[in-house]
């Protein structure tokens, strides 16, 4: 898996737009992006996940610059329920096995009412 | 529709006792995954399963640890000889395909080593 840069910790307020960078600078052609967030102590949850098109789903939009050294997950309206640790993966097939997701530390996004 | 379920949520156990975490799959899928999250640290891959065949344990440490997906009944993720440093929160999940990174992961099984 390509190794992926995210600042530790962002503050969203209510209602606003939060938008969540990743850097992917290493990912190679077959990697997706993907993102999953975890909640206080709960299990991670899947969110949206690309490979070079930009993405959007009833929960967050990604964006993927074009030449796909990094990422931005948008979550349009961010309620106090989406404070959470948010994870950027990359990883591919790896064909033997399956999927192997390497979760790093994410970051820590305090939604403020 | 049930999601993915891990029982007991919570386990205490001493030292060189017997740890037993069970996983539920979502309905419909047979492809399972087991994570382990120590103390403020991220999930580590630890082993990929489908019914009856171990696929993947390259997460796994080489010893006192083990796991199972019976054609009948839950997955089992066994860990023998406990040590404090087992002590972590135990994530399954499952996924209906293979060739995905789209998983549906359960609350986990939290364990405590005396």
């Known amino acids: 898996d390509a190794k992926t840069t995210q600042p530790p910790s962002m503050d969203c307020a209510e209602g606003r737009a939060a938008n969540l960078p990743c850097n992917h600078s290493t990912i190679s052609g077959n990697e997706y992006v993907y993102w999953y967030r975890q909640i206080h102590s709960q299990g991670p949850q899947y969110i949206i996940h690309g490979l070079k098109n930009n993405e959007t789903n009833e929960m967050a939009s990604l964006i993927i610059t074009e030449d796909r050294k990094s990422s931005t997950l948008i979550l349009p309206h961010a309620t106090l329920r989406d404070t959470a640790v948010y994870y950027c993966i990359a990883t591919a097939y790896s064909g033997a096995g399956s999927y192997q997701l390497t979760f790093g530390k994410g970051t820590k996004l305090s939604v403020i009412p | 529709n049930a999601g993915v379920m891990q029982n007991p949520r919570h386990l205490v156990r001493r030292r060189g006792q017997e740890a037993r975490l069970r996983c539920s799959p979502m309905k419909g899928h047979s492809h399972v995954y087991w994570y382990r999250q120590l103390p403020e640290e991220g999930l580590k891959f630890m082993v990929y399963?489908?019914?009856?065949?171990?696929?993947?344990e390259s997460g796994m440490p080489k010893e006192r640890f083990s796991a199972e997906f019976p054609k009948e009944g839950p997955s089992i993720l066994r860990i023998q000889q406990v040590v404090r440093g087992d002590s972590a929160a135990y994530f399954c999940?499952?996924?209906?395909?293979?060739?995905?990174?789209?998983?549906?992961f359960g609350e986990g099984s939290r364990l405590t080593v005396l």
């Open positions: 999940a499952s996924s209906q395909d293979r060739n995905t990174g789209e998983l549906f």
């Open positions: 399963l489908q019914k009856e065949n171990i696929i993947d």
